[in-house]
């Protein structure tokens, strides 16, 4: 009887100088929304972007604060319900991070290293962020709150199209560095690599053998 191989699902395997160039692309149509203050979920980024969001108008850089957010790892207290499900703070912008974004155009910045939890990170930012602004609207006269309103703007250097289970606001700018199909996958490439590494000890042992 004849037997069929399942084949592994492909994967699109990104280079740092792919991501590189989607960054430096994006940050044309990031600057249009010109944004003052950079929130990095994920360093790298935020890091890389910046560079590339330097204008002559503009003085000096734009400040990046970052935040941790954790959902697939296993952290102090947490429940096995909770990892896969939860987003948990890990790092904040602190007890005044309201004060912080008062007035400001804040682009939260999301490493795609885990691209099924992007989404679910930048909607928890955003969603927390706008709490913190709203308690520290509330102190000012109510004919100052408008002017101070945060605008808030979500980019991403990969987009993965595949069924997502919540959306960023319609309100919040969305930049999107690609569009990929949902192929990517960055524990493929770890794999490679650990694959690589042991044929090449063995190599080494067959030779000094």
Avoid: C
Avoid at 110 to 139: C, M, N, W
Avoid at 182 to 207: C, N, T, Y
């Amino acid at each position: 009887m004849a037997t069929t191989t399942q084949q592994e699902p492909e994967h699109l395997r990104i280079t740092y100088n792919d991501v590189h160039n989607l960054i430096r692309e994006s940050a044309k149509k990031i600057a249009e929304w010109k944004p003052d203050m950079l929130i990095a979920i994920g360093f790298f980024p935020a890091r890389v972007l910046r560079t590339f969001l330097k204008s002559p108008e503009r003085k000096g850089n734009i400040p990046i604060h970052a935040i941790g957010l954790s959902l697939y790892e296993s952290l102090p207290g947490m429940t096995a319900e909770q990892i896969g499900a939860e987003v948990i703070r890990t790092q904040w912008l602190g007890p005044e991070s309201g004060k912080i974004l008062l007035g400001r155009r804040a682009l939260i910045v999301v490493s795609t290293f885990k691209p099924i939890s992007h989404l679910l990170r930048g909607i928890y930012a955003v969603t927390e962020l706008q709490k913190d602004v709203e308690r520290e609207l509330a102190l000012l006269p109510e004919s100052e709150r408008e002017a101070k309103r945060t605008k808030f703007a979500v980019f991403v250097v990969h987009n993965k199209l595949k069924p997502k289970l919540a959306e960023i606001p319609a309100e919040i700018p969305y930049y999107a560095g690609d569009e990929i199909e949902d192929v990517w996958d960055i524990e493929e490439h770890d794999r490679l690599a650990e694959q690589s590494k042991a044929k090449k000890r063995q190599a080494q042992a067959q030779a000094s053998s």
